[in-house]
């Protein structure tokens, strides 16, 4: 059985009621599972960044395996790939973000800064 992680406290978007604040994350499912997450998004940042899912995993301190896995979840549920494959050359091949993966992370953090948005409200809110 896996141990559970503790994640590190984060300040509340403002100001909270009596210490307390309203926390939550979000993700986009799809019908085999997680589409997109906060990581899965910060690891297609980083492939656009690197240009290259190793590059990317590597400084995220993922396993290459556990990347090319979560990219290929992303691009087998997506409605066109989100990475794809740049053929070597030169400079060798890598990888690359289309049209589809760059406003899958729009999207995503658009979600993330409404959902935030939201709790911190909802935190404003708090009668306890």
Same mark, same amino acid.
């Given at each position: 059985?896996?141990?559970? %992680?503790?994640?590190?406290?984060?300040?509340?978007?403002?100001?909270?009621?009596?210490?307390?604040?309203c +926390?939550? +994350?979000? *993700?986009?499912?799809?019908?085999?599972?997680t589409?997109l997450?906060?990581?899965?998004?910060?690891?297609?940042?980083?492939?656009?960044?690197?240009?290259?899912?190793?590059?990317?995993?590597?400084?995220?301190e993922?396993?290459?395996?556990?990347? *090319?896995?979560?990219?290929?979840?992303?691009?087998r549920?997506?409605?066109?790939?989100?990475?794809?494959?740049?053929?070597g $050359?030169? $400079?060798?091949?890598? %990888?690359?973000?289309t049209?589809?993966g760059?406003?899958?992370?729009?999207?995503? *953090?658009?979600?993330?800064? +409404?959902?935030?948005?939201?709790?911190?409200?909802?935190?404003?809110?708090?009668?306890?």
């Open positions: 059985m896996r141990k559970p %992680t503790r994640r590190k406290k984060q300040a509340a978007p403002g100001p909270a009621t009596d210490g307390y604040h +926390r939550g +994350r979000a *993700w986009i499912e799809g019908s085999d599972g589409f997450g906060y990581g899965r998004v910060v690891l297609l940042e980083r492939i656009r960044e690197f240009g290259s899912i190793s590059k990317a995993a590597l400084s995220m993922m396993s290459y395996k556990h990347a *090319w896995d979560l990219v290929d979840s992303m691009n549920q997506a409605r066109s790939p989100l990475v794809e494959k740049i053929s $050359g030169r $400079g060798g091949g890598g %990888t690359c973000l049209e589809a760059e406003r899958a992370i729009d999207a995503f *953090w658009t979600l993330h800064a +409404r959902l935030e948005k939201f709790l911190a409200e909802e935190t404003q809110q708090l009668d306890l």
